[in-house]
């Protein structure tokens, strides 16, 4: 069935969110590149409260992460903790001038890449600094990074070809391992499934599959362009996409292609599939499509008012995204 927007939140101004929304407690959050974090109601879309955090957080392509009853964000060269009961700003924690990454929640820790090659690992209490890394391979990290029982994976990259995935100690943020994989994109993190780690490579062209305890690779898959975003991973298939207006399947144990569908668009870099319910969704150009994930066939497609230009968020039957000017409800 042709999904119906069921309500849109529009910005009066030119503004653009590349972030990904978050939801908690009938409440979605978004924050456009005007430096303010907007809570909008989950069934209608109006907004509830907005809080400025400082510095455009979009420029840092960090979506937003809710936890221990406070909002994360990263902005401004900071990451910001927001009190969902005041509205207001619990603490803010330095990463560096060009913080660059999704915050990502683990327990009580919170973990940033920066753009100076850094992970800082943050008390998500209190804003205390745990630890704080500079990677050896001397890369930025543009990433969101991911995060196991006990290690911290993320990928780097140097002028759009150099790059490596570093998994690095949870506890300490020393260094276990590091792989040449080429140069992560904007947004895209590694995504870990099991025991196997999925890092796209950039203009490398190449989807890598790396065994998360030593980083030995186990397979790779050779693509016709620029790779971008996260790679989403379930039911055996992962699916990535990129500048070649193509959407991949693979099998996620040998890297064998299951399908491929053409686009008409490519996507945005910061852009991702996401996979719920067995159905694979993804945004490119003016458009938000859905295919079943074993076949590839096209379930339906949304023509939108604006450029797409999140990943999908998918809750409860609703798909929403982000647009220029704009975030979506589809249901």
């Given amino acids: 069935m042709v999904k119906r927007a069921r309500w849109k939140f529009t910005m009066s101004t030119l503004a653009t969110t590349r972030n990904t929304p978050a939801i908690h407690d009938g409440v979605l959050f978004a924050n456009f590149d005007n430096d303010k974090l907007y809570a909008l109601d989950l069934s209608k879309g109006n907004e509830l409260w907005s809080v400025r955090v400082g510095g455009r957080v979009s420029e840092s392509i960090s979506n937003p992460m809710v936890a221990h009853g406070l909002l994360f964000v990263v902005g401004g060269g900071q990451c910001h903790a927001v009190d969902l009961g005041t509205h207001a700003i619990r603490w803010s ?26 992970v800082v690992a943050i008390d998500a209490r209190t804003g205390a600094e745990r630890w704080r890394v500079q990677l050896r391979c001397g890369e930025s990290v543009q990433s969101a990074v991911s995060v196991t029982r006990d290690q911290v994976v993320v990928g780097t990259r140097r002028d759009f070809v150099e790059g490596h995935v570093v998994a690095l100690d949870r506890a300490t943020g020393v260094e276990r391992w590091s792989a040449k994989a080429g140069a992560m994109g904007n947004g895209g993190a590694p995504a870990i499934k099991g025991s196997t780690v999925y890092a796209l490579s ?22 016709g362009g620029a790779l971008w975003g996260t790679p989403a991973v379930a039911d055996g298939v992962v699916c990535f996409t990129g500048d070649h207006k193509i959407l991949h399947a693979l099998d996620e144990k040998t890297g064998k292609e299951i399908w491929s569908v053409a686009l008409d668009k490519p996507p945005t870099a910061t852009v991702s599939p996401a996979i719920a319910g067995g159905v694979v969704y993804m945004g490119a150009g003016n458009a938000v499509h859905a295919w079943t994930l074993r076949e590839g066939t096209e379930r339906w497609r949304w023509k939108a008012p604006y450029r797409v230009t999140t990943a999908p968020l998918v809750a409860d039957g609703t798909v929403y995204v982000g647009c220029d000017r704009a975030v979506i409800a589809l249901g």
């Avoid at 660059?100 to 090659?117: A, E, F």
């Avoid at 186990?218 to 693509?223: A, D, G, L, N, V």
């Fill in 93 to 118: 924690a330095s990463c560096d001038s060009e913080a660059t990454s999704s915050p990502i929640v683990v327990d009580d820790d919170v973990y940033v890449g920066t753009r100076l090659g850094g």
């Fill in 202 to 223: 950039g203009l490398g062209k190449c989807l890598r599959a790396l065994d998360l305890a030593s980083g030995k690779e186990r397979w790779s898959y050779e693509t």
